[in-house]
């Protein structure tokens, strides 16, 4: 699989005792593309000179089309308030958006996701502790799996939602 170029810029700077950091990458568009894709040899244990060719599946299954993949921009923002000298407050937002195209959905997941994080530092003498949160939401389509009122599994693909909470200590 091809990766497309992807330019990153990110900075820092301190207002005071506080804190404020943004990150913003960029991923560059590449157009659809083929490669060879491997599959078991099956010639060994066939004796030299009887090895099949390429049409009887000599190591190789032709060429496998991947879709393109769209221009896409994503950022990060975020702040580290320093409420008193051993507290610290910090927040963030970030997108994590999908390069596949529309026209790819029937093979690729394609599932936008915003995400927030906030925590709280406590900085002691010879320690710290961190207990945070961070969510996350993403609408798309993706490939899944779909029980109907028959309890039969069928493949396909469907619109996706996703919510996810962690908390971090």
Do not use: C
């Amino acid at each position: 699989m091809r990766t497309p170029w992807v330019f990153s810029l990110g900075g820092a700077h301190y207002f005071g005792k506080h804190l404020l950091a943004v990150d913003i990458d960029l991923y560059l568009p590449i157009a659809a593309f083929d490669f060879v894709k491997g599959v078991d040899n099956p010639g060994f244990g066939v004796a030299p000179g009887e090895l099949p060719g390429l049409e009887d599946g000599r190591g190789f299954d032709g060429r496998v089309t991947e879709p393109q993949r769209n221009l896409v921009v994503n950022a990060a923002v975020g702040v580290d308030i320093e409420a008193s000298p051993s507290i610290h407050i910090m927040a963030g937002l970030y997108t994590d958006f999908s390069s596949v195209p529309v026209e790819a959905l029937e093979d690729y997941d394609h599932i936008n996701l915003y995400g927030a994080s906030f925590g709280v530092r406590h900085i002691g003498k010879s320690s710290t502790l961190t207990v945070g949160v961070t969510a996350r939401y993403g609408q798309g389509s993706a490939f899944g799996l779909s029980v109907d009122d028959m309890l039969e599994v069928m493949d396909n693909t469907t619109t996706a939602r996703q919510w996810s909470i962690a908390l971090l200590v």
